[in-house]
């Protein structure tokens, strides 16, 4: 299968997934808590007359048969104005901005890690990488995030001297994407949250990169190499982490995306980080269903096209990929 074909066939694929998406995302619409219309004709107060509910219901086709209803609700996404858009997306870009950063954190620091104990493999860096790993994985991040936000947000002082509490400050109306990801903004406002959901991904990474490094160092071309007297250094750079970069991709994008989502939400709670998370969970406290609908099918067409894209980006960096589906 050449790779045009397989892009093609993961875009179907995509097609396929969203449409379910949208179906069990309007079967949440009609079966959440909160009235749509009511949500429609007064978002803020939530409080209408009968002569305006009854025209919000019309408009919404709520007094049409069912697949009328879906029409609409589909209708919505595709001019991008569902009920709660106006606050569901700049949460969701909130989100974003700290995603990035999560991202980031455990490719690179993760990738380091499983470096170091392949390299030192079974000595006692490549044991403390194990250990560590075990000891970021374990842990709930709601654990990381409290605790760092105690030790960055409240007065902690060691001799009256150094006062942590000054090093960050939590910002619960953060400036336009992407100016959030301005290296002086992210080191002010959230280098912490960020840290505190990556935890779990950076070993996860490390246990993988370590891996898939030991593997590549026991391969014939590998030994070659060292034979003709290559730099380890060189043979890392050029070579080996060239060859497990589809791996390291594939672990953060699709296996530990659904857990990076879920600790944002919790972490963007406890720091008040305004993202799609803590809308989430703000709006199923308050029983506003088509808020909270708009919000989850934000997050969820996000990874289902983060997923593609990874496949497609797979297939491209290694042929074998689109082959193995013919």
Not at 64 to 92: M, S
Not at 226 to 246: K, M, N, S
Request: hydrophobic fraction near 55%; aromatic fraction near 10%.
């Amino acid at each position: 299968m050449t790779a045009p074909e397989f892009a093609g066939r993961q875009l179907l694929k995509l097609a396929l997934t969203v449409l379910g998406i949208s179906l069990i995302a309007f079967a949440g619409f009609k079966l959440m808590p909160g009235d749509p219309a009511l949500v429609a004709c007064n978002p803020r107060a939530h409080e209408c007359g009968p002569a305006a509910l009854a025209r919000a219901r019309h408009e919404m086709g709520l007094d049409r048969p069912f697949l009328v209803q879906y029409w609409f609700f589909i209708k919505t996404w595709l001019q991008g104005h569902p009920l709660g858009w106006d606050a569901a997306w700049p949460a969701f870009v909130n989100t974003v901005s700290l995603l990035t950063g999560v991202v980031i954190i455990e490719i690179v620091v993760g990738t380091a890690m499983g470096v170091l104990a392949a390299v030192r493999h079974r000595q006692w860096q490549d044991k403390a990488v194990i250990v560590a790993s075990a000891i970021l994985i374990a842990p709930p991040t709601f654990l990381f995030a409290t605790l760092f936000r105690y030790i960055f947000t409240s007065p902690f002082a060691f001799n009256g001297r150094l006062d942590l509490s000054k090093t960050f400050m939590i910002d619960v109306d953060p400036p336009p994407f992407p100016q959030p990801l301005d290296p002086s903004y992210w080191m002010a406002h959230l280098m912490w949250p960020s840290l505190a959901v990556a935890t779990g991904g950076i070993g996860i990474v490390a246990l993988v990169a370590r891996s898939s490094l030991l593997d590549v160092f026991g391969r014939e071309y590998t030994t070659a190499a060292r034979a003709r007297g290559v730099d380890q250094r060189q043979i890392i750079t050029r070579h080996a982490l060239r060859e497990i970069a589809p791996t390291i991709i594939t672990t953060v994008f699709l296996v530990d995306i659904a857990r990076l989502l879920l600790a944002e939400a919790l972490v963007e709670v406890v720091w008040s980080w305004p993202g799609a998370g803590s809308l989430a969970i703000g709006a199923a406290g308050a029983r506003n269903g088509p808020l909270l609908v708009t919000t989850v099918m934000l997050l969820t067409l996000t990874v289902a096209i983060i997923a593609t894209l990874v496949d497609i980006l797979h297939g491209v960096i290694d042929p074998r990929v689109a082959s193995a589906l013919d």
